[in-house]
């Protein structure tokens, strides 16, 4: 699949100045709140950065299409991830469910029914996100989809930052795609996916699709790769998207 | 917790100490974890600094080392470090590198401290401590074996049976008869008080008085056994077991002071013990034959077994086994000596090595010597006592104890000396000690005297002991003899750890757990003057003369008993499962409470190597 195109493609310096004027036009109380928290300056370095992982778990990948089941959260740092403060919240989707998705996410139609709506654990979430950057494995789906949540259920969206563990894995990976011969030679593509990636730092296996453990993974890939390719004076900037 | 963290809590939950922890305590460890990265190369811990944190080894492995940069230990997934820190004003003492890519929960020290005060299986395993956790290991087995928690006193089911021993024997057999008793006390009755001067058994009776066909008016003070051996009330009932195997007898006066409580017999014991190695010694006195030596043979493995199962220490089934093996040489010489007639002057026949020192165990050969009388004129009497050794020997093959391949047996002309050449030998190993030599000669000096004339066998105890405490040359190349084989430094998944990082699939605990310890017990125990074979018998005797610190010899008792304990079950378990027993263990072998339990224990043993170089070396310096 294609990357998206990003909600925001101004300069990486932009993200502070972004949350001010994203806070002065907010209608929803919890969304003004969440940007006025605002949003860690672009040169911190990475070792005194406030991370937020997070994981949704969805029917589909189109976000206009499929609807967010699960999510899962970690306040961490690169220094530890504190599992007490981890959350999980299984939300009651706009669109029906598909059996499929119920096979690989474990969700059932009674855990939905008796699930709230995505609005009543708004607060909650944002709470923990805010001041934060969060981190995602694969930036096309977490903030697409809480963007079109919201939209659909504020009439306003939702924008910021996000650091990609998939994407430092695509660009230290450039040419992935073993060629016609490289294939003739027996060599195979370089996974990208979260438990490929873990493995190659020698992180452990986590039984996947469960938000709140991928979302761990996602820390842990995060902790891993700034340890093996950043410096932790890196600055944030050069890292979120 | 959250639910979702379920894989987390399970993985800790596979690991000792956690896998034996309640479910809540779990979860509040679980909430509590901080998980950090670390990249192979990188320290973790640092000598000096401040850390509050028990770090458990979530993936990727870590090494230990002591403040020298020596290494201490290697861990791997699902084993912890930091504690030693934690217990010491939050300083680290011992610091830690990841040797590989690591993902490291870390466990906040307020978290360590209530599992430390609340759990205390985890406070065990957690002791920084390792040798008072290595003797709560000990003493938590021990107190599972009732024979070794009863005192003799719970034995005794009525008044002890006692006639003057003036009586007559007819008198003493109705006496005994009338009772229902199978050992009558006989006692001096001059003093004050009656003292308690023989005994006499059914079997005396049958053996002494029948079939020699005494008049019924022999005074019985003829017949009976003078000072009999006895046991004191405070005793446990696994001591009197071992004196009982020891001696090879069947009842066991047991002394309050100088007045007798009651008889013990080894009926009363052998109810404990439900395969009884009691039952087999009295069996081995009943046989014939070899062909029928040989065939009980078969019940010796069983009775190890049922031994190691029923949780005995491995004193008492060093013991047990030795004196099985003892029975089995003494039976032989009786039955060579009804072939070959009666020996043309007395004899000693010497047992060495692990019998002598009441360590035997399933897996061993045999070593032996003769002590002859010192009027043997070898062209007149050699031929029978090669023929009778050869006649012990053969027989004992037969019964599975092995020639000796290092030819230390009875015929072997230099083994088969009368009591001056014997001496001589002894007072040349001491007075001209050679690193060499003494390697080959070292188990002579676990020696005993187990048929015959055994007082010849103390005279050398005697001598040896007076002449190995005064040469501190002799002492010294013993010392750094026993320095030769050392213990292994640790475990790190399916290896063993040596102390420059090497790592071996196998090691052998005989020669790098128990025989470093019995060699180094022996060094103090002659540096002492002790006359003691038995290890802890000479750990005693040690401490009696506070040549190492209490506590040290307290450490080298649990750790020779907690190694011994290893290898007999680790052999117990092997013969369970059909194979041959051997003393090559592979680590994945081992309990999680196994490996580090031996890992204390191993310290123990290289610490006192460490103590025996400095104590006795310094002394070459001076003579020699």
């Known amino acids: ?241 | 917790m959250q639910a979702e963290l379920i894989d987390i809590r399970n993985h800790l939950a596979q690991h000792a100490p956690f896998d034996e922890m309640a479910e809540e305590m779990l979860d509040k460890v679980v909430s509590s974890i901080e998980i950090s990265y670390f990249r192979a190369g990188t320290p973790i811990l640092e000598f000096g600094q401040r850390n509050t944190w028990l770090f458990y080894v979530r993936s990727g492995a870590v090494e230990i080392y002591r403040r020298s940069g020596e290494l201490y230990s290697r861990m791997g997934e699902g084993e912890f470090f930091g504690q030693f820190g934690l217990m010491m004003h939050k300083t680290v003492r011992f610091p830690a590198k990841a040797i590989e890519d690591c993902l490291i929960y870390r466990i906040p020290d307020t978290v360590f401290q209530y599992l430390w005060e609340n759990d205390e299986n985890f406070a065990d395993f957690a002791d920084t401590e390792g040798r008072s956790r290595l003797r709560s290991a000990v003493s938590r087995r021990e107190k599972s074996n009732v024979l070794m928690t009863s005192k003799v006193t719970r034995l005794i089911s009525r008044k002890p049976v006692s006639a003057p021993c003036t009586v007559r024997l007819q008198e003493a057999a109705r006496i005994m008869t009338d009772q229902g008793v199978s050992a009558l006390l006989l006692m001096d009755e001059e003093g004050d008080r009656p003292k308690l001067k023989g005994i006499i058994t059914d079997r005396d009776l049958r053996t002494r008085a029948v079939t020699e066909a005494l008049p019924s008016e022999t005074p019985i003070s003829e017949i009976m056994s003078d000072d009999p051996i006895t046991t004191r009330a405070r005793s446990f009932i696994f001591e009197a077991m071992l004196t009982m195997l020891h001696n090879n007898i069947h009842h066991l006066p047991v002394m309050d002071n100088d007045e007798v409580r009651g008889v013990i017999a080894l009926s009363d014991i052998a109810k404990y013990e439900s395969q009884s190695s009691l039952y087999l010694v009295s069996n081995i006195y009943h046989q014939q034959d070899i062909k029928g030596l040989k065939k009980i043979s078969r019940d010796v493995r069983d009775s190890f077994v049922r031994l190691v199962n029923e949780d005995a220490n491995s004193h008492m089934i060093g013991s047990a086994m030795a004196g099985i093996g003892r029975s089995f040489t003494q039976r032989l010489l009786e039955l060579g000596e009804e072939k070959l007639g009666p020996p043309p002057v007395p004899y000693c026949f010497m047992a060495l090595g692990s019998m002598a020192r009441d360590e035997q165990l399933v897996v061993t050969d045999q070593d032996n010597a003769m002590i002859l009388d010192d009027s043997f004129n070898p062209p007149e009497h050699d031929a029978y006592f090669l023929a009778l050794a050869k006649f012990v020997s053969d027989g004992l093959d037969a019964c599975g104890y092995t020639y000796c391949t290092g030819d230390i047996m009875a015929t072997n002309e230099k083994w088969r000396q009368p009591l001056k050449v014997w001496k001589s030998y002894f007072i040349d190993w001491i007075d001209n000690p050679k690193a060499e030599a003494l390697l080959n000669s070292n188990i002579f000096f676990d020696l005993d005297g187990i048929y015959g004339r055994t007082e010849f066998a103390e005279e050398l105890k005697i001598l040896v002991a007076e002449r190995a405490s005064n040469s501190q040359r002799f002492l010294a190349m013993l010392a750094r003899n026993a320095l030769n084989r050392t213990p292994p430094l640790g475990f790190f998944r399916t290896f063993v750890m040596e102390e420059d990082g090497k790592q071996n699939n196998t090691f052998n605990l005989k020669r790098r757990g128990t025989a470093p310890l019995s060699d180094l017990i022996r060094v103090h125990a002659l540096a002492c003057g002790s006359r003691a074979q038995n290890s802890f018998n000479r750990l005693k005797a040690i401490a009696e003369t506070k040549l190492i610190p209490d506590d040290g010899v307290g450490n080298l008792r649990d750790a020779l008993e907690f190694i011994s304990i290893v290898r007999i079950r680790h052999q117990a378990l092997a013969i369970e499962a059909g194979r041959e027993p051997d003393n090559n263990v592979r680590p994945e072998e081992l309990s999680p409470f196994e490996r580090s339990h031996l890992k204390d224990a191993f310290q123990v043993v290289s610490n006192a190597q460490k103590f025996l170089k400095f104590r006795y070396h310094s002394q070459v310096g001076r003579h020699g």
């Open chain 1, 1 to 241: 699949m294609a990357d998206q195109k990003d909600p925001v493609s101004k300069s990486n310096d932009a993200w502070p100045d972004r949350f001010i004027q994203l806070a002065e036009n907010a209608r929803d109380p919890r969304l003004k709140v969440f940007y006025q928290a605002g949003c860690v300056a672009p040169e911190t370095p990475l070792a005194d950065a406030p991370l937020v992982a997070l994981d949704f778990e969805t029917t589909g990948l189109n976000p206009d299409q499929h609807s967010i089941v699960s999510i899962g959260l970690v306040p961490f740092s690169i220094d530890g991830i504190q599992l007490g403060r981890g959350r999980h919240w299984v939300v009651r989707p706009q669109l029906p469910l598909h059996q499929t998705s119920i096979t690989i996410h474990g969700i059932t139609h009674t855990d939905i029914d008796k699930a709230p709506d995505l609005s009543e654990v708004l607060e909650e979430i944002l709470e923990a996100m805010a001041g934060r950057i969060a981190v995602v494995h694969y930036r096309s789906i977490e903030r697409p989809f809480f963007d079109v949540a919201l939209k659909w259920r504020l009439n306003e969206g939702i924008n910021f930052p996000v650091i990609d563990t998939m994407a430092i894995e695509a660009h230290l990976y450039p040419n992935r795609q073993p060629t016609r011969w490289q294939k003739l030679k027996g060599m195979k593509p370089v996974s990208i996916r979260l438990a490929d990636s873990r493995t190659r730092y020698g992180l452990p296996h986590y039984p996947p699709h469960n938000a709140l453990i991928d979302a761990i993974a996602t820390a842990e890939l995060l902790q891993a790769q700034v340890r093996h390719h950043f410096s932790l004076d890196t600055a944030v900037k050069d890292l979120w998207l």
